[in-house]
């Protein structure tokens, strides 16, 4: 997906951690801004922290897309401020009518 879209991820993780984890898994190359809990003083699904990774982004919620796994956090908390969702289903929970769902990342083509 790089090479077309822009990638960033929100995450309640802490900095320190959570950067350590992208190096270790050599992907985050792959993405331009990690926005976390910590830097935002939020945690998903707080409205304020994907506000904030919009601004950094330097973009808007009708031009997004959250891809995640916390149908709370991640799903509602994106819907809330506008975004398009796209459901990571990674706990193998129930079907439900908040928005798409995929069970492997490479689905997420067939959304863009």
Same mark, same amino acid.
């Given at each position: /997906?790089?090479? &077309?879209?822009?990638?960033?991820?929100?995450? &309640?993780? +802490?900095?320190?951690?959570?950067? !350590?984890?992208?190096?270790?898994?050599?992907? !985050?190359?792959? +993405?331009?801004?990690?926005?976390?809990?910590? $830097?935002?003083?939020?945690?998903?699904? &707080?409205?304020?922290? +994907?506000? $904030?990774?919009?601004?950094?982004?330097?973009?808007?919620?009708?031009?997004?897309? $959250?891809?995640?796994?916390?149908? %709370?956090?991640?799903? /509602?908390?994106?819907?809330?401020?506008?975004?398009?969702?796209?459901? +990571?289903?990674?706990?193998?929970?129930? !079907?439900?009518?908040?928005?798409? $769902?995929?069970?492997?990342? &490479? %689905?997420?083509?067939?959304? /863009?």
């Amino acid at each position: /997906l790089k090479p &077309n879209y822009q990638l960033h991820i929100i995450t &309640n993780g +802490f900095q320190d951690v959570q950067e !350590r984890k992208l190096s270790n898994s050599k992907i !985050r190359d792959y +993405f331009s801004c990690v926005i976390d809990s910590e $830097m935002a003083g939020v945690k998903k699904p &707080n409205p304020e922290i +994907f506000k $904030m990774a919009l601004h950094k982004a330097n973009t808007t919620p009708k031009k997004s897309i $959250m891809i995640g796994d916390s149908i %709370e956090a991640d799903i /509602l908390g994106a819907k809330a401020v506008g975004f398009h969702t796209l459901h +990571f289903n990674a706990h193998d929970e129930s !079907r439900h009518n908040y928005c798409d $769902m995929i069970h492997d990342l &490479n %689905e997420i083509k067939q959304y /863009l």
